[in-house]
């Protein structure tokens, strides 16, 4: 699976981006993935951010982005978004999409996108 993320840039605080992971397939199928997205900010280690899940189609989000952030997959052109709300400089990160064959298990991993966000 080859993961590639864009919608990345610079933003000021309260303000939105929309992120995007085009995945191609090969074998199994882009739509019995789970999909999620991490961030790692300078300095830290990469966390969780929000997954969807290729059955239930269920979300699941970090404690920092819930209420502001949606994930959603369009499983006709194999990608997979990320709705950036209320932005905050904490958001500021590298964002990275992944697929998942087992919850919380990433078999592979997208480019990151450079997300940074003014005050």
């Known amino acids: 699976v080859q993961l590639q993320a864009s919608g990345g840039g610079l933003v000021q605080a309260g303000g939105s981006l929309r992120l995007s992971c085009a995945a191609s397939a090969s074998g199994r199928t882009f739509s019995t993935y789970h999909m999620t997205w991490f961030r790692q900010a300078p300095g830290k280690e990469r966390e969780f951010v929000a997954r969807?899940?290729?059955?239930?189609?269920?979300?699941d989000y970090a404690d920092s982005v819930k209420g502001r952030f949606t994930i959603s997959r369009d499983y006709a052109k194999n990608t997979v978004h990320l709705q950036m709300n209320s932005l905050k400089p904490e958001d500021t990160a590298v964002y990275y999409c992944?697929?998942?064959?087992?919850?919380?298990?990433?078999?592979?991993w997208g480019q990151g996108t450079q997300v940074t966000v003014s005050s």
């Open positions: 969807i899940t290729w059955n239930l189609g269920s979300t």
């Open positions: 992944a697929a998942e064959t087992v919850v919380g298990r990433q078999d592979y």
